[in-house]
Nanobody, 129 residues
Framework: QLQLVESGGGLVQPGGSLRLSCTAS?????????IGWFRQAPGKEREGVSC????????TSADSVKGRFTVSRDNAKNTVYLQMNNLKPDDTAVYYC?????????????????????WGQGTQVTVSS
């Protein structure tokens, strides 16, 4: 089974930046998977952030992060990134990457997490002064 590992979380001041990474364990490839980023803050429901398809690298982002967060992938490194700029305290959460087997899908979404069968363990992002 595909195993995902997130990294790059930490403590950052408001207005700062972080780049999260999502990789697969050594035996697996992210090829043909749509990768989504989700987050969950204490006491809140899980929220979709951004996603990127395998086909054409199409991306979708939630309104709350548009213009601040960018999702990208490097197939040679078997890694998907979430670049987060102009971070706000409301961005504080555990961030998860998730994978959906979708080799021909032209689009992706994060409104529903139901399609994503594989999840990482999460990485904490804290935005505070």
């Amino acid at each position: 089974q595909l195993q995902l590992v997130e990294s790059g979380g930490g403590l950052v001041q408001p207005g700062g930046s972080l780049r999260l990474s999502c990789t697969a364990s050594s035996r697996f490839s992210l090829d043909y998977y749509t990768i989504g980023w989700f987050r969950q803050a204490p006491g809140k429901e899980r929220e979709g952030v951004s996603c990127i398809t395998w086909r054409d690298w199409r991306t979708t982002s939630a309104d709350s992060v548009k213009g601040r967060f960018t999702v990208s992938r490097d197939n040679a490194k078997n890694t998907v990134y979430l670049q987060m700029n102009n971070l706000k305290p409301d961005d504080t959460a555990v961030y998860y990457c998730a994978a959906d087997w979708a080799p021909s899908s032209p689009m992706c979404g994060v409104v529903s997490a139901a399609r994503y069968a594989h999840w990482g363990q999460g990485t904490q992002v804290t935005v505070s002064s």
